[in-house]
């Protein structure tokens, strides 16, 4: 079979927010670019659905302007906590809630399109959607890909294709699986008779969590996060809704289309100065308050600008690639530490006794200012 030779500047493996935010920032500076992604879109995704009030900066940079996550996101307020083991009359309610918006309620799959339909509209940009990457090789000059329809040569390569890196470029990284056990469902609902909560719903337990993020137009997602045996505990979409209606009040019917991630807490590094790993390909964590969807974005946007420095000035190419190594790590670390500390907040939550004052003002309190110290370490500079 013959395929047809396309060549450019970036390749970018993975049209979701990682790779068509990486994508648009280079264009945007003259870089012709090829965003390739096997699926079609728009598609499910595991994901809590939950967009931090951090992501905004990212997404107008993007041309991705308020009123447009206006239309596809339901601003939210903050966080309600439910005791497990309560129900009815004997619920244990803390709600953490400001007047701004902390965050937004959107579904991943129109998020996705939107972006990716944001990027269709540069004229340096290349869109190969579906299209499967068959093979990857390195020479002295370009990277090589073969795909099921084409052969592309490119100067830099960025992967932007989720937790696990294809196979194929496992000679030019290296992976680091981490201690962490836990996994994830997702699910879409609907409320039945009831108007939207203005907070994400959270359910912790001893071994997992359920996060109930409300969505525009009365649907929600169900996110069921923790150890297997939770995880398989949890699963049945009609005794989900039971329990959750039990414990919060929310009469909901779950869909029974779960979609999954394996696994949380993996990292992998580059081997060579002209590969980049953004989103999940780079670092995967486990999610809280819609930092995964922040994470990809600004880390598509950093190497885009890391890539430019190196292509107008190749002779420094190693210094870029570890300028963006480093710039992660640190980023990498301020929101593990923040993850951990949240669940461990969320988990102490269950020995509160009911109805304490302090309960509401440690939970609340920490819960933002632990958020917004994030504020730092996600802020780009503008050159």
């Given at each position: 079979m013959s395929r047809i030779q396309h060549s450019a500047d970036v390749a970018i493996i993975g049209a979701s927010l990682a790779g068509s935010a990486c994508a648009i920032e280079l264009a945007r500076q003259g870089v012709n670019v090829i965003l390739i992604d096997r699926v079609p879109f728009p598609r499910r995704k595991a994901c809590g659905e939950g967009l931090s009030y951090l992501a905004a900066p990212h997404l107008n940079r993007l041309g991705f302007g308020g009123d447009t996550l206006k239309q596809l996101g339901?601003?939210?307020?903050?966080?309600?906590?439910?005791?497990?083991?309560?129900?009815?009359?004997?619920?244990?309610?803390?709600?953490?809630?400001?007047?701004?918006?902390?965050?937004?309620?959107?579904?991943?799959?129109?998020?996705?399109?939107?972006?990716?339909?944001?990027?269709?509209?540069?004229?340096?940009?290349?869109?190969?959607?579906?299209?499967?990457?068959?093979?990857?090789?390195?020479?002295?000059?370009?990277?090589?890909?073969?795909?099921?329809?084409?052969?592309?040569?490119?100067?830099?390569?960025?992967?932007?294709?989720?937790?696990?890196?294809?196979?194929?470029?496992r000679p030019f990284i290296r992976s680091k699986n981490?201690?962490?056990?836990?996994?994830?469902?997702?699910?879409?609902?609907?409320?039945?008779?009831?108007?939207?909560?203005?907070?994400?719903?959270?359910?912790?337990?001893?071994?997992?969590?359920?996060?109930?993020?409300?969505?525009?137009?009365?649907?929600?997602?169900?996110?069921?996060?923790?150890?297997?045996?939770?995880?398989?505990?949890?699963?049945?979409?009609?005794a989900l809704a039971t329990f959750i209606r039990d414990v919060s009040g929310l009469e909901l019917t779950v869909n029974r289309d779960f979609v999954g991630a394996s696994h949380f807490e993996s990292k992998?590094?580059?081997?060579?100065?002209?590969?980049?790993?953004?989103?999940?390909?780079?670092?995967?964590?486990?999610?809280?308050?819609?930092?995964?969807?922040?994470?990809?974005?600004?880390s598509g946007i950093k190497a885009a600008k890391s890539i430019l420095h190196a292509h107008r000035d190749y002779r420094r190419i190693d210094y870029y690639a570890s300028e963006y190594a480093r710039w992660h790590a640190g980023l990498a670390s301020s929101i593990r530490r923040y993850s951990r500390i949240l669940r461990t907040l969320i988990s102490s939550f269950q020995r509160f006794p009911r109805?304490?004052?302090?309960?509401?003002?440690?939970?609340?309190?920490?819960?933002?200012?632990?958020?917004?110290?994030?504020?730092?370490?996600?802020?780009l500079e503008n050159d």
């Open positions: 339901l601003e939210l307020f903050g966080y309600r906590l439910y005791k497990s083991e309560a129900s009815g009359c004997n619920k244990i309610e803390t709600t953490v809630r400001t007047d701004a918006v902390r965050c937004w309620g959107a579904a991943r799959h129109d998020l996705d399109s939107e972006l990716l339909n944001c990027a269709s509209k540069l004229t340096s940009i290349r869109i190969s959607v579906p299209e499967l990457v068959k093979t990857i090789t390195r020479n002295r000059a370009s990277w090589e890909l073969t795909t099921d329809l084409s052969r592309i040569s490119a100067r830099f390569l960025v992967l932007a294709s989720g937790a696990h890196p294809q196979a194929l470029a981490c201690a962490s056990t836990r996994v994830g469902l997702s699910a879409h609902a609907e409320l039945v008779n009831q108007r939207s909560p203005r907070e994400v719903v959270i359910i912790p337990f001893r071994d997992g969590e359920i996060y109930v993020t409300p969505l525009p137009n009365g649907a929600l997602n169900v996110s069921l996060v923790g150890t297997p045996a939770f995880i398989q505990s949890k699963r049945d979409p009609r992998h590094e580059s081997l060579d100065p002209s590969l980049y790993l953004v989103g999940d390909a780079l670092e995967s964590f486990d999610p809280a308050c819609g930092l995964g969807m922040t994470h990809a974005l600004v109805g304490t004052a302090i309960a509401n003002r440690i939970l609340g309190g920490v819960t933002i200012r632990l958020i917004d110290s994030l504020a730092r370490p996600l802020q």
